[in-house]
C-alpha cells in the first residue's frame, strides 16, 4: 500500500507540471525524492515536454543523499556501537 502512493506521489506515470490545477499538491509531492528522479529521467527522456529544471533535480537529488546518508551511519552506529 505505502509503495502505491510513494509511486503515484513521486509523479511516476505523470509530469509535476500535470498539476496546475492542485496547487497544494503540486507542492506536497516535492517531498518526496522520487518526484525529482521521476522528473530527471522524463528531461533526460523527452526534453520536448515539460518538467522540472535538471539543475534543481540535480541539487535535490544530493541534498536527498546526504541527508539518507547522514540519518543512515547515524542509526548503524547508535546501533553498532551498543
Request: no cysteine; charged share 15%; glycine share 4%.
Amino acid at each position: 500500500m505505502f509503495s502505491m502512493v510513494m509511486i503515484f506521489f513521486g509523479r511516476t506515470y505523470e509530469p509535476w507540471s500535470a498539476l496546475t490545477k492542485f496547487p497544494i499538491l503540486q507542492k506536497l509531492v516535492l517531498i518526496n525524492p522520487r518526484a525529482y528522479a521521476s522528473e530527471g529521467l522524463r528531461a533526460t527522456l523527452v526534453p520536448q515536454f515539460p518538467h522540472l529544471s535538471l539543475a534543481v533535480v540535480l541539487v535535490v537529488l544530493t541534498g536527498f543523499d546526504i541527508l539518507f546518508l547522514v540519518v543512515g551511519l547515524r542509526q548503524f552506529r547508535n546501533k553498532a556501537v551498543s
